[in-house]
């Protein structure tokens, strides 16, 4: 999807992203990945074992249930928030409304985490 | 800077970034790190032997200059638009007017990379 010289465009991204629970790479960093990814709804409880996850809200509230050895809490986030789930804490994303998101994680993490399940989706290329 | 609950404002990031050319860290994600920086003028050619550098624009214009075997270009990104420097390839990033940015990179990746020279500054805290 970028254009000859390499560039892609956020905005038309998200526009090309037609399902939430969708993860499309929108560029690679070495061995990590940059995922645009609609969230809408509740999603599963997981945890990446080996791996943080980088939450970054482009528009609409995003809410993150957390749970590890201090209990359950949550954290709401809206455009122009960032958020990091440490590896291994559990957490369940939960949009009222839907949500644009950029992902920031090592190529090969499942959406699923630990958790599988019929929500698992591979990553999709714009 | 974050608050209580781990939270980061990209807006409230680039508010406390007064100088040009300083990249503040916003998050990290296991060992890579991303970046804040704000850029106006020209910088340094220079190149990233080891590592991809992912550019993502959120005001203003930003030109990049690229050399490699096959010659020179210029990539110019606007807001929304995402570039990746490939590791090894030599680039000069300038800004007509001031420019905001994010990075993201592996931790300890330096700004001047293989050039080294006065330009070269340390990542700061926000």
């Given at each position: 999807m970028s254009d000859a010289s390499g560039i892609r465009n956020i905005a038309d991204a998200f526009a090309r992203?037609?399902?939430?629970w969708q993860p499309h790479r929108l560029a690679s960093v070495n061995d990590y990945d940059v995922k645009v990814v609609k969230l809408d709804g509740e999603f599963v409880w997981h945890s990446h074992p080996e791996t943080d996850e980088l939450f970054l809200v482009r528009s609409g509230r995003l809410t993150i249930a957390l749970r590890d050895a201090d209990g359950e809490r949550e954290v709401e986030l809206g455009p122009d928030d960032v958020f990091v789930v440490p590896a291994g804490v559990e957490h369940r994303p939960r949009a009222e409304e839907a949500v644009e998101a950029l992902l920031i994680e090592?190529?090969?993490?499942?959406?699923?985490?630990?958790?599988?399940?019929?929500r698992t989706q591979p990553v999709r290329e714009l």
């Open positions: 992203v037609a399902e939430p090592p190529a090969g993490t499942v959406n699923t985490g630990d958790a599988g399940g019929a």
